[in-house]
């Protein structure tokens, strides 16, 4: 990682084994449908998408240190996925990748930024508070282990 942080780009097909380790590391398997093949699956079909759009977060030597994943419809960005390497957690790189959704949100002119969080993490519910979302409905009973979800919006403004 540089100074300034990972640098983020655009998720490659080669970039699919350490993404995928990334992500199994991160979600609940009954949150994400399950094992290693139906996430890898997942992760290629969100590839070959023209409305899903993943990120990577590059470290210094390359390393694949996070990914987020988000579709683009409409003029709403819904962003799925934010997720960090066990080793390379709390020190910026999921803010990193926010923070470039939210650019790159801005300059395609999206109005808004929509997102579904566990209840239970408040870490990224704070992050996502102190980069100016705010929460606007419970869904009870969302997740398979019947935690609720807590829904957020980071309003951009009409086009």
């Known amino acids: 990682m540089s100074e300034e942080g990972p640098t983020i780009e655009p998720m490659t097909e080669a970039d699919i084994d350490a993404t995928l380790a ?3 590391a991160s979600f609940h398997p009954r949150d994400i449908g399950g094992e290693r ?14 409305w899903a759009r993943l990120r ?7 390393d694949v240190l996070g990914y987020i994943l988000f579709w683009h419809v409409a ?65 009870k009973a969302y997740y398979s282990d019947g935690e609720d979800g807590v829904e957020m919006v980071l309003e951009l403004g009409a086009a």
């Not at 890898?40 to 070959?48: H, Y």
């Open 22 to 24: 990334i992500d199994l």
């Open 37 to 50: 093949a139906a996430r890898e699956k997942n992760l290629r079909e969100e590839l070959a998408r023209t």
């Open 56 to 62: 990577v977060a590059r470290g210094r030597a390359g």
């Open 75 to 139: 003029d709403e960005i819904h962003l799925l996925n934010v997720a960090v390497a066990p080793a390379a957690r709390r020190r910026g790189v999921g803010r990193a990748l926010v923070d470039d959704l939210v650019a790159s949100s801005r300059r395609e002119r999206a109005a808004k930024i929509l997102l579904e969080v566990r209840a239970s993490n408040e870490p990224a519910v704070r992050l996502y508070e102190r980069l100016g979302f705010v929460r606007f409905n419970v869904r």
